[in-house]
């Protein structure tokens, strides 16, 4: 394990606004990481200064261990969210442009794009005009464009955003197959779920400052196992507990959380007194919970 | 250098196969031959006095007249004389015009011995005026021919004095008198400006707006994370460039394939050498349109790198061709005055220099000094603005929403 990215505090502003105030963080090798916040948080920001296509106005970034060097780039990989592609450009041929511009020669570029066209199952849609896919077409072609010069850090801006579930979960165990492989993946998304479940280390960003970061289990450590998910079939009586402090209810479960020193023991004897539980589960608090909470609820998006 | 070279390639590639680019390409020559050749079509119609009668108490000068005419640049099918002019000969004249038999009859009166005669042209198309300022000259030609035969000047002696006299230019190209013909010297010059101005109109809206659509797609993240944006810029030049010269190309190959021809001939196109150009000019001519095209390009490129999408490149269009307007009003100026300071200035100014310096070439060609001069600015300022676009385009893509004032760009350039 080695770091990939290391940003040593780093601040971009533009004109009066601040966008990335003192930010520091490593991405190891054959990890995934988590860059989250809210809309306008500097996460576009950060990773345009990680890509070079802007500069820090202080802190510095550092590639595979040296200096930022656009040499480094060509072991890079950047998905920006969505319309990353020529609409009027032939698949192929965009698919082939853009393996040359990352340093591939023509026939390796030809080579590489049909056999993750094939894998994706695209393979009859190469000779078509980007504009003439659907959304989630475009965005595995663009998927494909980002991987296929095999960079050793990849940045995913929004990967899944309009795919299917399908779709979803082909491009997640591709994903998860290159950390497998020893890649950095840098992900940037709201969707937290997707987060919880694929990275290893997040951080947080608000109003261009890190407010949260660490491995997820550190993060997560840090709050109290409050929480339990409940799924059930019966009565729903256990929810008068006098251990709540608040709890949802959705038809077949519900998510509670407990007063401090409440026991969730008691709980589920009073929930199986009344009910046919399938599931009981005490965790700390959901990621999705822990950004809400720490970004004071207001979010654009 | 590989990354220019395969965005250029890229950008050369997506006009060259655009259906947009086959059709211009086969349409606008044809289209300009198909106007020049309709246009000299109906100025032969429209300028030729077919059928013209001449009725005049005196035949002789009705004679003399009708001989003036046939000796014309434009003589007319048929001349009818009518003598003597009685009221009777008029109606008739009248009812013939009318019928359409006649285009027109001169009607001609004078007392015996009066040597300026009267004349009324009577025509169903009063604003011929080519057809009235043929027939007023010829008939003070013929006037003044009796009027010397009266005086005892042979008729063949006064038909050779009224004549007139042909001026030959002579033109000093570095100290030497070279015979040249001022409006065919002209017509290169204005091929110029009108092939310059019509490519940056067509080409240079053509750059910002792929640009201004980079910019409301996100592929200038991707492009920007592979190469730095001079390189982009660069390749994008090359590339539109490239397309445009091809398209030039093809289309100077097919007026060239056509300048031989009969059809040329009749309109009065015979080859290259009808547009005045010599071997030298011609080199000029490819020189400052390539550099002025790119410079051109280079500031659409700029200007692109401001908008937010591609309607708005609409509205810039003319801004970004004005330079060019600019010259061709100061080229009355410069044709007269090649040499003067505001002349060596204007052409050295590179947005003027393709037009301005290459009319001072084909009129007085200036110091070797001051045309290298304004090749390098030229080349410069290219340069020079391929890096402001670049800035532009790098730190413009990161502002949404409104379009940046001059101050803002302005501090654009200084960030990094």
Known sequence: MSDVVALDSISKSYDQKVAVHDLSLTIESGSMFGLLGPNGAGKTSSIRMIVGITMPDSGQVNLFGRRFHRDSLKRVGYLPEERGLYKKMVVMDQLIFMGQLRGLTESVATQRAKSWCDRFDILDSTSKKTEELSKGMQQKIQFISTIMHEPDFIIMDEPFSGLDPVNTSLLQDTLVELKNKGKAILFSTHRMDQVEKLCDTICLVNKGEAVLSGTMREVKSRYPRNRVVLQYEGSNAFLNFPGIADAKNYPGSAEIKLKPGASAQDLLHLAAAHATIYKFELAEPSLEEIFIETVGGRIDA | ?416
């Open chain 2, 1 to 416: 250098m590989r990354n220019i070279f395969l965005i250029a390639k890229r950008e050369f590639l997506e006009r060259v196969r655009s259906k947009v680019f086959r059709v211009t390409t086969v349409l606008v020559p044809f289209g300009v031959l198909l106007v020049a050749t309709g246009g000299n079509l109906v100025a032969k119609k429209a300028g030729g006095l077919s059928h013209l009668a001449i009725a005049s108490n005196n035949a002789a000068l009705a004679t003399t007249m009708k001989e003036q005419l046939a000796a014309s640049s434009h003589p007319p099918q048929s001349v009818q004389i009518v003598s003597p002019a009685t009221p009777q000969a008029r109606t008739q004249l009248t009812n013939e015009l009318t019928a359409g038999k006649l285009d027109g009859f001169l009607w001609i009166t004078g007392k015996p011995g009066q040597t300026r005669p009267d004349a009324t042209y009577y025509t169903r198309n009063g604003s011929d005026l080519f057809s009235q300022s043929l027939l007023q000259n010829n008939l003070g030609r013929a006037a003044l021919r009796q009027a010397l035969i009266s005086r005892g000047i042979s008729p063949p002696e006064a038909q050779s004095l009224v004549k007139p006299i042909k001026i030959t230019t002579l033109q000093l190209k570095s100290g030497q008198a070279v015979k040249t013909n001022v409006e065919r010297s002209y017509m290169g010059i204005y091929a110029l400006v009108v092939l310059l101005y019509g490519v940056v109109l067509i080409y240079g809206t053509n750059m910002a707006r792929s640009i201004a659509d980079e910019k409301s797609s996100r592929i200038f993240e991707v492009l920007l994370s592979s190469a730095p944006a001079d390189n982009l810029m660069m390749g994008k030049l090359l590339g539109v460039g490239g397309s445009a010269l091809l398209q030039v190309a093809i289309w100077i190959a097919i007026t060239l394939a056509f300048a031989g021809t009969h059809l040329a001939a009749q309109i009065g196109v015979n080859g290259l050498s009808s547009l005045g150009i010599n071997l030298a000019e011609l080199v000029y001519f490819v020189v400052y349109f390539v550099l002025g095209f790119f410079l051109y390009s280079a500031f659409s490129a700029a200007l692109g790198s401001t908008l937010n999408s591609s309607q708005e490149v609409q509205q810039f269009a003319f801004f970004i061709a004005s330079p060019l307007i600019v010259s061709v009003m100061l080229m009355a100026y410069v044709m007269s005055h090649p040499n003067s300071l505001a002349s060596t200035v204007l052409s050295l100014f590179p947005p003027f220099t393709p037009i301005i310096m290459y009319l001072r070439i084909c009129s007085q060609t200036p110091p070797w000094w001051q045309i290298g001069l304004s090749i390098a600015l030229l080349a410069g300022a290219i340069w020079g603005m391929i890096w402001i676009a670049a800035r532009i385009y790098r730190i413009g893509i990161l502002m949404y929403g409104k379009r940046p004032t001059l101050p803002e760009i302005l501090r654009w350039l200084k960030y990094s």
